[in-house]
């Protein structure tokens, strides 16, 4: 996955170094009972600074991630349907958007809820096995549009001393994510017919949902590893005073 995007996506969790203050809007306080609408300003604040690229930090401007590889199945058995999606490039993920902010700052938890109007996906697909009782195994483009998309991620941290300033660890990160309308489908295809491909289509559109479904777990699991990494690296660098005072 493009560490650009992940950065713009996740680092909305961390906060600045002082001479990067104006980027976030300002530090927030502990103290200060509407401390979560604090943040979800200066999160904000940040998304709207890293769209037209942030030099300083090392971010450039971009607008599409990248993910290596998702699969799904459909069946079992050796006719089971198994699809294989490479490269995959998804474009308008920095039209990305907090719309709520929940944090424990006492326990060092958050939970950031974010908003994506509109996903545009391609990738190379490959399948195998029998679909809708016809020998569906070849390769070709897919092609999705994702509509509305909401994620959720809460993380833990787990605060230490380093050089007279307090740093966060990370502990724990979840995250998941859905969307509310999706077209998909498939084309250029392999050792295939109009007919089949025809098909395919109906078949992906038709069960858009469940076939996300199915992609879920293993995206889950890639986008919590690399965010996992991430994550990591910034809260290392960035001190946890610099975002949280009193």
Request: charged content about 25%; proline content about 3%; aromatic content about 8%.
């Amino acid at each position: 996955m493009d560490y650009r995007i992940l950065f713009l996506v996740i680092v909305v969790v961390v906060a600045p170094t002082s001479s990067n203050t104006n980027i976030f809007g300002g530090h927030c306080s502990k103290q200060d009972p509407n401390v979560d609408a604090c943040l979800l300003k200066s999160f904000n604040n940040l998304i709207d600074h890293m769209k037209e690229g942030s030099p300083e930090l090392g971010i450039e401007q971009t607008d599409s991630i990248t993910i290596d590889e998702l699969s799904i199945a459909l069946g079992g058995g050796p006719d089971g349907y198994r699809a294989t999606f490479k490269d995959i490039n998804a474009s308008g993920v920095d039209e990305v958007t907090i719309t709520n902010v929940r944090s424990d700052l006492d326990t060092y938890q958050f939970q950031l809820t974010m908003f994506i109007p509109h996903i545009s996906a391609t990738a190379r697909y490959r399948s195998s096995g029998v679909l809708l009782l016809v020998r569906a195994s070849g390769g070709g483009d897919y092609w999705g549009e994702y509509e509305h998309v909401k994620a959720k991620v809460y993380f833990r941290g787990e605060p230490y001393e380093r050089d007279g300033q307090t740093f966060l660890k990370l502990k724990q990160i979840k995250l998941d994510f859905s969307v509310k309308d999706i077209k998909m489908g498939v084309e250029n295809l392999q050792n295939s017919n109009s007919v089949l491909q025809a098909a395919l289509n109906l078949f992906i559109n038709t069960n858009a949902q469940e076939l996300l479904k199915e992609m879920k777990p293993q995206l889950k699991r890639d986008l919590a590893e690399k965010m996992s990494r991430f994550l990591d690296r910034i809260l290392e660098k960035i001190p946890y005073d610099d975002w949280i005072v009193d």
